[in-house]
């Protein structure tokens, strides 16, 4: 049976740097895995990415920036993760659909039923079978990405607006604590690698036997 995994948290958090520790461990245990992201995860997506994460796009609005994001993820669902999955294969996703609710929705007050009704159509419903949120203070993912010159306007935003992202993936996780498991990012990459790995492997024990 196939899987869906997405790494979610803010950035800095060391989503790429977990995933793609775990991509390879998942492949050489057996599975077939795809290592993916968003925004972008296809040719289309990654166009509108580079829309996205432009500075001089500073005029972008929330709304424009959720739809955008949305039609990064329609194309990654239909061209990328959903026949992936049909084959039998584990996807591992560096951010999906839970990130714009947490930005665009908790971050920037768009109505969260307006955004999870675009998002079902979007995503025709496709939900992760198990989401790693790497919860992190702020101020300490915010420093990573400036100490290594990785800075896009998304970051620009005020403090206030990361607090409210990080407490909007707390309260996601309370709504459905069985499909997320919250991993400490503050600890060394190894730590936070051989929790991931415990937390992921009992999942697809759970849900699948190797090929
Ligand atoms: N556990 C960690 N402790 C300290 N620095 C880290 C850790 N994980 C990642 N980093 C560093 O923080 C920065 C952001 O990591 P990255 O994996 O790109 O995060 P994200 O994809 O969540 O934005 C990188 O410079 C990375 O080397
Ligand atoms: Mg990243």
Known sequence: MSSFIALEGPDGSGKSTQAKLLAEEVGARGYDV????????SPIGDQIRQILFTLNNKSMHPKTEF???????????YEVIRPYLDKGGVVISDRY???????QGYGHDLDLDTLKQITSFATSDLLPDLILLLD??????????????KWNRLDDYQLEFHQKVRQGYHAMVDEDPDRWAIVDASQPVERIQMEIRKVVFRHLASVQTLP
């Open 67 to 77: 739809l955008l994001f949305s039609a990064s993820r329609a194309q990654h669902v």
């Open 97 to 103: 659909f839970h990130s714009s609710l947490a930005y």
């Open 136 to 149: 992190l203070p702020v101020e300490e993912g915010l420093n990573r990405r400036k100490s290594e010159g």
């Open 34 to 41: 795809l290592l993916t992201r968003e925004p972008g995860g």
